[in-house]
T-cell receptor
Framework: GAVVSQHPSWVICKSGTSVKIECRSL??????MFWYRQFPKQSLMLMAT?????????EQGVEKDKFLINHASLTLSTLTVTSAHPEDSSFYIC??????????????FGSGTQLSVL | QQQVKQSPQSLIVQKGGISIINCAYE??????FPWYQQFPGKGPALLIA?????SEKKEGRFTISFNKSAKQFSLHIMDSQPGDSATYFC??????????FGKGTTLSVSS
Protein backbone atom coordinates (compact mmCIF):
# COMPACT_ATOMS: atom_id res chain seq x y z
CA GLY A 1 0.00 0.00 0.00
CA ALA A 2 0.90 3.63 -0.31
CA VAL A 3 3.21 5.01 2.37
CA VAL A 4 3.14 8.42 3.97
CA SER A 5 6.21 9.30 6.00
CA GLN A 6 5.92 11.95 8.70
CA HIS A 7 8.84 13.45 10.62
CA PRO A 8 9.69 14.01 13.33
CA SER A 9 7.63 11.52 15.33
CA TRP A 10 7.98 13.66 18.41
CA VAL A 11 9.43 17.04 19.23
CA ILE A 12 9.86 19.09 22.38
CA CYS A 13 10.42 22.81 22.03
CA LYS A 14 10.50 25.94 24.11
CA SER A 15 7.62 28.38 24.09
CA GLY A 16 8.04 31.00 21.37
CA THR A 17 10.04 28.85 18.98
CA SER A 18 8.89 27.44 15.65
CA VAL A 19 8.62 23.79 14.72
CA LYS A 20 8.43 22.27 11.24
CA ILE A 21 6.75 18.94 10.55
CA GLU A 22 7.30 17.16 7.24
CA CYS A 23 4.93 14.85 5.46
CA ARG A 24 6.12 12.89 2.43
CA SER A 25 4.33 10.51 0.12
CA LEU A 26 6.95 7.89 -0.64
CA UNK A 27 5.53 5.95 -3.57
CA UNK A 28 2.80 8.10 -5.03
CA UNK A 29 2.08 11.66 -5.98
CA UNK A 30 -0.14 13.38 -3.45
CA UNK A 31 -2.32 15.90 -5.19
CA UNK A 32 -3.98 16.81 -1.92
CA MET A 33 -2.75 16.64 1.65
CA PHE A 34 -4.72 17.16 4.81
CA TRP A 35 -3.44 18.14 8.25
CA TYR A 36 -5.24 17.00 11.36
CA ARG A 37 -4.74 17.73 15.04
CA GLN A 38 -5.65 15.33 17.81
CA PHE A 39 -5.77 16.14 21.52
CA PRO A 40 -5.50 13.29 24.06
CA LYS A 41 -8.45 10.92 23.97
CA GLN A 42 -10.19 13.01 21.33
CA SER A 43 -10.94 12.67 17.67
CA LEU A 44 -8.97 13.91 14.69
CA MET A 45 -9.90 17.46 13.80
CA LEU A 46 -9.15 18.78 10.34
CA MET A 47 -6.92 21.82 10.38
CA ALA A 48 -6.32 22.51 6.71
CA THR A 49 -6.35 21.15 3.18
CA UNK A 50 -3.49 21.79 0.82
CA UNK A 51 -3.19 21.22 -2.90
CA UNK A 52 0.17 21.16 -4.58
CA UNK A 53 1.22 24.59 -5.75
CA UNK A 54 -1.63 26.52 -4.20
CA UNK A 55 -2.42 28.10 -0.86
CA UNK A 56 -3.84 25.92 1.86
CA UNK A 57 -7.46 26.17 2.88
CA UNK A 58 -7.84 26.43 6.64
CA GLU A 59 -10.77 25.28 8.73
CA GLN A 60 -12.69 27.79 10.78
CA GLY A 61 -10.87 28.66 13.96
CA VAL A 62 -7.42 27.59 12.75
CA GLU A 63 -4.96 30.48 12.65
CA LYS A 64 -3.29 30.49 9.25
CA ASP A 65 -0.48 32.74 10.48
CA LYS A 66 0.35 30.33 13.28
CA PHE A 67 0.07 27.10 11.31
CA LEU A 68 1.94 27.65 8.05
CA ILE A 69 1.38 24.96 5.45
CA ASN A 70 3.48 24.57 2.34
CA HIS A 71 2.78 22.00 -0.37
CA ALA A 72 5.55 22.82 -2.79
CA SER A 73 5.73 19.45 -4.54
CA LEU A 74 3.56 16.43 -5.21
CA THR A 75 5.39 14.43 -2.57
CA LEU A 76 6.03 16.90 0.24
CA SER A 77 3.93 19.07 2.51
CA THR A 78 5.16 20.86 5.61
CA LEU A 79 3.38 22.26 8.63
CA THR A 80 5.23 24.93 10.60
CA VAL A 81 3.91 25.85 14.01
CA THR A 82 5.16 29.38 14.53
CA SER A 83 5.78 30.92 17.95
CA ALA A 84 4.57 27.75 19.61
CA HIS A 85 2.88 27.94 23.00
CA PRO A 86 1.93 25.18 25.46
CA GLU A 87 -1.65 25.15 24.18
CA ASP A 88 -0.29 24.09 20.77
CA SER A 89 0.93 20.84 22.32
CA SER A 90 -0.91 18.11 20.46
CA PHE A 91 -0.59 15.16 18.11
CA TYR A 92 -0.39 16.36 14.51
CA ILE A 93 -1.19 13.92 11.71
CA CYS A 94 -0.91 14.39 7.98
CA UNK A 95 -2.74 12.44 5.34
CA UNK A 96 -2.46 12.32 1.60
CA UNK A 97 -4.65 11.45 -1.33
CA UNK A 98 -3.35 10.20 -4.61
CA UNK A 99 -4.82 11.30 -7.89
CA UNK A 100 -5.28 7.62 -8.67
CA UNK A 101 -6.78 6.63 -5.33
CA UNK A 102 -9.43 3.98 -5.64
CA UNK A 103 -11.97 4.52 -4.30
CA UNK A 104 -11.91 8.27 -4.44
CA UNK A 105 -11.67 9.49 -0.90
CA UNK A 106 -9.16 6.93 0.33
CA UNK A 107 -6.55 8.67 2.43
CA UNK A 108 -3.17 7.45 3.54
CA PHE A 109 -2.06 8.65 6.96
CA GLY A 110 1.32 9.45 8.39
CA SER A 111 2.36 8.10 11.77
CA GLY A 112 1.87 11.44 13.49
CA THR A 113 4.02 13.96 15.35
CA GLN A 114 3.66 14.52 19.07
CA LEU A 115 4.49 18.16 19.81
CA SER A 116 5.19 19.21 23.37
CA VAL A 117 5.76 22.91 24.02
CA LEU A 118 7.39 23.76 27.33
CA GLN B 1 -22.38 20.57 14.17
CA GLN B 2 -21.26 17.00 14.47
CA GLN B 3 -21.60 15.40 11.07
CA VAL B 4 -20.64 11.89 12.14
CA LYS B 5 -21.93 10.57 15.46
CA GLN B 6 -20.24 7.50 16.89
CA SER B 7 -21.27 5.23 19.74
CA PRO B 8 -20.48 3.82 22.19
CA GLN B 9 -17.66 5.92 23.58
CA SER B 10 -16.10 2.84 25.15
CA LEU B 11 -16.67 -0.88 24.87
CA ILE B 12 -15.48 -3.91 26.80
CA VAL B 13 -15.75 -7.28 25.12
CA GLN B 14 -14.57 -10.70 26.17
CA LYS B 15 -12.07 -12.53 24.04
CA GLY B 16 -13.85 -14.34 21.26
CA GLY B 17 -16.89 -12.08 21.41
CA ILE B 18 -18.30 -9.70 18.83
CA SER B 19 -17.52 -5.99 19.06
CA ILE B 20 -20.06 -3.66 17.48
CA ILE B 21 -19.54 0.06 16.96
CA ASN B 22 -22.13 2.29 15.36
CA CYS B 23 -22.03 5.53 13.44
CA ALA B 24 -24.68 7.84 12.06
CA TYR B 25 -24.21 10.61 9.55
CA GLU B 26 -26.21 13.60 8.42
CA UNK B 27 -24.84 14.60 5.04
CA UNK B 28 -26.46 12.49 2.33
CA UNK B 29 -23.73 13.59 -0.08
CA UNK B 30 -21.14 11.51 1.77
CA UNK B 31 -19.94 8.76 -0.55
CA UNK B 32 -17.09 7.08 1.29
CA PHE B 33 -17.26 5.51 4.76
CA PRO B 34 -14.06 4.09 6.25
CA TRP B 35 -13.20 2.71 9.65
CA TYR B 36 -9.81 3.38 11.20
CA GLN B 37 -7.94 1.71 14.04
CA GLN B 38 -5.56 3.74 16.14
CA PHE B 39 -3.08 2.67 18.80
CA PRO B 40 -1.66 5.19 21.31
CA GLY B 41 0.96 7.45 19.77
CA LYS B 42 0.34 6.17 16.25
CA GLY B 43 -1.48 7.47 13.23
CA PRO B 44 -4.81 5.89 12.26
CA ALA B 45 -4.70 2.80 10.08
CA LEU B 46 -7.43 1.98 7.59
CA LEU B 47 -9.33 -1.18 8.51
CA ILE B 48 -12.13 -1.37 6.00
CA ALA B 49 -14.25 1.02 3.96
CA UNK B 50 -17.55 0.98 2.11
CA UNK B 51 -19.39 3.02 -0.48
CA UNK B 52 -23.14 3.70 -0.26
CA UNK B 53 -24.07 1.40 -3.13
CA UNK B 54 -23.13 -1.62 -1.03
CA SER B 55 -24.97 -2.79 2.11
CA GLU B 56 -22.24 -4.96 3.58
CA LYS B 57 -18.54 -5.57 3.17
CA LYS B 58 -16.45 -8.18 4.92
CA GLU B 59 -12.68 -8.43 5.20
CA GLY B 60 -11.46 -11.16 7.50
CA ARG B 61 -12.91 -10.62 10.97
CA PHE B 62 -14.10 -7.11 10.14
CA THR B 63 -17.51 -6.36 8.60
CA ILE B 64 -19.15 -3.06 7.74
CA SER B 65 -22.93 -2.95 7.60
CA PHE B 66 -24.39 0.06 5.80
CA ASN B 67 -27.97 1.30 5.95
CA LYS B 68 -28.38 4.15 3.48
CA SER B 69 -32.01 4.94 4.34
CA ALA B 70 -31.22 5.20 8.04
CA LYS B 71 -27.94 7.00 7.36
CA GLN B 72 -26.11 4.58 9.63
CA PHE B 73 -23.17 2.25 9.35
CA SER B 74 -21.52 -0.08 11.80
CA LEU B 75 -18.33 -2.04 12.33
CA HIS B 76 -18.48 -5.62 13.55
CA ILE B 77 -15.34 -7.30 14.83
CA MET B 78 -15.82 -11.04 15.03
CA ASP B 79 -13.83 -13.25 17.39
CA SER B 80 -12.40 -10.20 19.15
CA GLN B 81 -8.85 -10.60 20.42
CA PRO B 82 -6.81 -8.70 23.02
CA GLY B 83 -4.71 -7.32 20.16
CA ASP B 84 -7.82 -5.59 18.85
CA SER B 85 -7.82 -3.34 21.93
CA ALA B 86 -7.48 0.13 20.42
CA THR B 87 -9.47 3.21 19.53
CA TYR B 88 -11.71 2.92 16.49
CA PHE B 89 -12.92 5.83 14.41
CA CYS B 90 -15.59 5.92 11.79
CA UNK B 91 -15.34 8.61 9.16
CA UNK B 92 -17.05 9.93 6.08
CA UNK B 93 -16.18 12.08 3.13
CA UNK B 94 -17.73 13.54 0.03
CA UNK B 95 -16.20 13.46 -3.42
CA UNK B 96 -12.65 13.00 -2.18
CA UNK B 97 -12.65 15.86 0.28
CA UNK B 98 -11.24 15.58 3.79
CA UNK B 99 -12.49 12.85 6.06
CA UNK B 100 -14.80 13.86 8.88
CA PHE B 101 -14.21 11.63 11.89
CA GLY B 102 -16.48 10.39 14.63
CA LYS B 103 -15.40 10.90 18.22
CA GLY B 104 -13.96 7.43 18.56
CA THR B 105 -14.64 4.26 20.52
CA THR B 106 -12.13 2.78 22.92
CA LEU B 107 -12.33 -0.98 22.69
CA SER B 108 -10.92 -3.21 25.39
CA VAL B 109 -10.90 -6.95 24.80
CA SER B 110 -10.43 -8.88 27.99
CA SER B 111 -8.66 -12.19 28.01
Amino acid sequence: GAVVSQHPSWVICKSGTSVKIECRSLDFQATTMFWYRQFPKQSLMLMATSNEGSKATYEQGVEKDKFLINHASLTLSTLTVTSAHPEDSSFYICSARSASSTPTGKLFFGSGTQLSVL
Amino acid sequence: QQQVKQSPQSLIVQKGGISIINCAYENTAFDYFPWYQQFPGKGPALLIAIRPDVSEKKEGRFTISFNKSAKQFSLHIMDSQPGDSATYFCAASQAGTALIFGKGTTLSVSS
